[in-house]
């Protein structure tokens, strides 16, 4: 769908994970892929790491494909976690690099526990299973595990392996303090990117609590949600869209491309972003 949206329009994939996080392919390939599926301006935003954008950032210009270098922050907020996007971060920023070094911390140890749970519940080899496909071991995620589960022939699909085991409540859940909202946006700002609230149809809040989440990333310096994105519905891009008119944020759009045939889109597949918003790139002066 990406090679169909009008000519006149540039097509933004502004979410996406390499092997740096949780992705299944290395940061060029991530590149090459883009180009391939019609993206016109794309951003690497892996978990917690920015240390792929200058292997991206290089193949970028090789292939005349326009990168911006993004990071995905995780964060905890009322108990739970929630993800924030960075786009446009200066990748070598100080600030940046050590609060994410600092929210890495304790993945390791979390991985462990998942592995220990799954091994009561009679999986064995889980932990070194998920290892073992963890592109950096420091970055090791749920993802990991669910992979080994698929692989190993515990779950059918993805969705079942966090559905059974890996979800929030599951049998082999382990729960993670992560980063504060405000220590997030601070490093995202510091490093001169701008925030986005990654796919906000994905937690699970009361309405109270959804407004209370989006007044406060608004007050601290959020600029922008995603509406358009690959772990949105097509029914929540409408939902979202008007979140964003309601609270003045710009909007962003992305397909969260983790590996081929994972997850609802491809890069580059996501249709255009609703009438009536303003991009997150409106002033980035890349048309």
């Not at 995620?141 to 969705?159: E, K």
């Not at 966090?162 to 995202?188: C, E, H, N």
């Not at 699970?204 to 609590?209: C, E, I, K, L, R």
Request: proline residues 5%; negative net charge; hydrophobic residues 45%.
């Amino acid at each position: 769908m990406g090679r169909r949206l009008e000519k006149v329009l540039k097509n933004y994939d502004l979410h996406c994970h390499s092997t740096v996080s949780d992705g299944e392919l290395p940061p060029r390939a991530v590149v090459a892929r883009a180009l391939e599926h019609g993206v016109d301006v794309l951003a690497l935003t892996d978990h917690d790491e920015v240390a792929g954008a200058a292997e991206a950032a290089q193949a970028a210009r090789a292939l005349g494909l326009a990168f911006v270098p993004g990071v995905e922050i995780s964060v905890t907020w009322a108990g739970k976690t929630i993800h924030v996007v960075g786009l446009r971060v200066d990748p070598d920023d100080a600030a940046l690099v050590q609060g994410l070094a600092l929210t890495r911390d304790g993945r390791l140890d979390r991985a462990r526990e998942m592995g220990a749970r799954l091994a009561a519940l009679g999986i064995e080899g889980a932990f070194e299973g998920a290892m073992a496909r963890a592109g950096n071991p420091a970055l090791v995620s749920r993802t990991h595990f669910a992979r080994y589960l698929l692989d190993v022939g515990h779950c059918r699909d993805m969705n079942a392996a966090f559905d059974r085991y890996l979800g929030t409540g599951k049998p082999a859940y382990v729960d993670m303090q992560w980063a504060r909202l405000s220590d997030a946006l601070a490093w995202i700002a510091g490093a001169g990117g701008q925030a986005v609230l990654a796919h906000p149809g994905r937690y699970d809040y009361s309405p109270t609590a959804f407004g209370a989440l989006f007044a406060e990333f608004k007050e601290r310096g959020g600029a922008a949600i995603e509406v358009v994105t690959g772990s949105h519905s097509p029914d929540q891009y409408g939902e979202y869209a008007d979140i964003a008119r309601r609270y003045g944020f710009l909007a962003s759009r992305g397909s969260d491309f983790h590996a081929p045939g994972y997850g609802r889109v491809d890069l580059g597949e996501l249709p255009p972003l609703p009438a009536g918003l303003t991009p997150v790139w409106h002033d980035w002066g890349l048309g």
